[in-house]
Each structure stands twice: as C-alpha cells, then as structure tokens.
C-alpha cells in the first residue's frame, strides 16, 4: 500500500516537474517577444543566440520525455512561438524553432526510416559528410531557402536517430555538418544569414540532446579528439601548448598551409582542418585564452569563404576600414575579420602590394594599441608570402 501511494507521488512531482519546465519557457518566449517587438533594432545576435539556446534546452527536455502529454507540450511550445510571429518575413527568428518542432514531430509520430538510410550511405563514404555539406549549400545558392531547409533538416533526423541508437560516429559527423555549414555562412546577409541561424539552431538542439546522456556523449568528444589527433590544427594546438619560442615555427608551418589550400583550392582538407579548429578551439577556450587559437580561428574561417569566392563586398568594407582608420589603436571582431578575408582573397588575386598594405596596416594597429591578437594576425597573414618566397 504504502509503495503504491509513493509510487503516486512520483508520478504527480514528474508531472509538476514538467509543469513547471513548460512554465518556464512559456515566461522566457514572451519574455523575449516583449523585448523584440519594442527593441528590435537594438537586438543583438547574441540576444538571438542567447534566445535559441534557451529554447533548444526545453525542446530537448521535452522531445526526451517521448510521451504523449508532452509532444503536447511540444506543441504548446509551437503555438507560444506562432503567437510571437505577426509576419513571417520580418519575425522569421520565431519562425527558425517551428522548423525543429516540426522534426521532432516526424521523431515522435512518423517513419522517417528512408530518409535516415540514404544519408548514413552517404555519410560512410569518406568524402560524404563534405558532399552533403556542398550539397546544402549549393541548395541554397541555385534554388531555394526551403529546399536547403529540407536537406538540413533530414541531416537533424540522421544525427538525433544516431542519438537513439548510440552511434557516436555518426552523430559526431552530424555535429560536424552544422558547424561547418554554420561558419561557411557566417557574416553573410539575407537568406544565407537566415539559414546559417537555422543551422546554429539544430546544433543547439542536437547537442543538448546527446548532452543529456552522460556516457554517450563522452564517447562523442573522445572520439572527436581521436579523429583528429592527427591533423594540422592538432599539431598547432600543441605547438601552443609548448610556448612562445616556437611561435615562429608555428607560424610558419601555418603559412605554408594557408598557402597550398589557396593554390590549389583543397576544400575538402580545409573543411576537414576548419572543423578540427572549432572541436580544439572550443574543448581549450572553456579552459584556458589562446591569442594563437582565436587567430588561427579567424583565419581559417576567412580562408573558407575566400576559397568559395564569395568575399568582393567584403574587401569593399576592408577598404573602408584601411582608408577611415589610419590612426585607429583598436578593432573591433568584425573588422579584423574583414580585414583577414580582404588580405587573403587580394593574395589569392596576386595583388601583392595590397595585400601587404592590410598586413602594415593591421601590424601599425597592433602595436599602437599592444593589441597581441591584432599583431599575432599580422604575423600569420605575411607568413603566407614568406613561405612561398622560401619554398622557391
């Protein structure tokens, strides 16, 4: 009598519990389509970000609990959503979470079985993950927003279905998926901005999903630390572990590297070597600042778009920077950035005296402001050059 009593309480704290879960987020989306509708010029993206992570942690909570009163919750959580969303165009940040509700419908209520065998065929392959990757993209480019949404949005089910049956591999390629597509579109407007928050949305939600199972996910990082233990980024990463008298060689090495995937437009090994930089880069930032890791960083993702070719408005606004900043100290993220897209595409270009303008110039910078980070993107970019006139 008294465990069938207990076992009455149990069920009626989980059902408050659950309660208060959809409560909470019910708060935190007015919360935040209060703050929209009356400021929304002045919303950050780290507002949208901030906003996105909060969401994905009740979605995740709720998809987990894969019961029906709480697919209703889910729902509930869609209906929150549409209320906030008075014009699809321009609140299309309420509209991003309706697409993931919508897969998780499909995990909870649909046989999503084909879809999930043809991608782990592609996935195996070796070259797989970078196809679908190029694949998405182009997507976007040639037809539509929706249709890249279709394509990501199967590759979300693939990695929560490898979620279901444990397999780390192919939930790690998944993780890999979004990162890249995510970096690859970053800085850019328009539809291209609206899909890479659509990406950065479906890593949230996929990763607080595989974080909830403790064991699952240290096989998940284990093996990402395997999988590139030998890479390029790997050896930088130890190569700043050791200090700074190895700088020079560091940066060196790094140069020649920069400097053969723009001679020969390697994507595949870059995308490769971008997504070994974001696993170290975020494993060692939580532990410790790197001024070597963030430049690396900053140069691999301009190194990324500069070899798409997507990068003329940027060097437009590089050049803006260099005329109008002359006596500047200081620069913001986005101007080194723009800066490092601009130095790499005018070097990729063969414009070697504009290319060597930027690098004065961000040195002039650096060391009127003893910015290390400024100086240390200085020291990178003109390695690329150095390294080409060495090898000859």
């Known amino acids: 009598m008294y465990l069938r009593e207990y076992g009455k309480i149990l069920l009626v704290d989980v059902a408050l519990r659950d309660k208060l879960a959809f409560y909470r987020a019910r708060r935190m989306i007015k919360s935040f389509g209060k703050k929209y509708r009356e400021n929304r010029d002045s919303i950050t993206e780290y507002d949208v970000i901030e906003f996105y992570d909060s969401l994905a942690r009740y979605m995740a909570y709720f998809f987990l609990k894969v019961k029906d009163e709480n697919v209703n919750y889910l729902i509930k959580l869609g209906n929150l959503l549409i209320d906030e969303t008075h014009d699809v165009e321009s609140d299309f940040i309420f509209v991003i979470p ?16 084909e879809v999930v065998k043809k991608l782990y065929d592609i996935v195996n392959d070796d070259e797989g993950l970078f196809f679908l990757v190029n694949n998405t993209l182009e997507i976007l480019k040639e037809k539509s927003l929706e249709d890249a949404v279709a394509s990501s949005s199967g590759i979300l089910i693939l990695g929560l279905d490898a979620f279901l049956k444990k397999d780390e591999e192919t939930a790690l390629k998944t993780i890999y998926y979004y990162i890249l597509v995510s970096h690859m579109l970053s800085g850019y407007e328009g539809e291209n901005y609206i899909f890479s928050l659509i990406s950065y949305f479906s890593l949230s939600l996929l990763l607080e999903i595989i974080g909830s199972d403790i064991e699952f996910s240290r096989r998940v990082d284990n093996l990402g630390d395997r999988f590139y233990a030998n890479s390029f980024i790997a050896w930088i990463v130890k190569m700043d572990d050791i200090g700074k008298e190895d700088r020079a060689l560091l940066n060196r090495k790094l140069g020649s590297f920069i400097r053969s995937i723009i001679a020969s437009n390697k994507h595949n090994i870059l995308m490769r070597e971008s997504i070994a930089m974001r696993w170290y880069y975020y494993k060692f930032s939580k532990k410790r600042s790197s001024p070597v890791l963030n430049s690396v960083l900053r140069v691999l993702e301009a190194l990324v778009r500069v070899v798409r070719n997507d990068v003329d408005r940027e060097i437009e606004l590089a050049e803006r920077i260099y005329m109008e900043k002359s006596e500047a100290t200081a620069l ?16 990729k270009m063969g414009l070697r005296s504009s290319y060597e303008n930027i690098i004065n110039f961000l040195q002039k910078v650096g060391k009127k402001g003893g910015d290390e980070s400024i100086s240390l993107l200085a020291s990178i970019l003109r390695n690329v050059a150095e390294a080409e006139n060495k090898e000859e």
Do not use: F, N, P
């Open 98 to 113: 309706l697409i993931h509700l919508e897969v998780l419908y499909i995990m909870v209520e649909e046989d999503y079985s």
């Open 332 to 347: 913001s993220d986005e101007e080194k950035d723009l800066l490092t897209v601009a130095a790499l595409k005018l070097y």
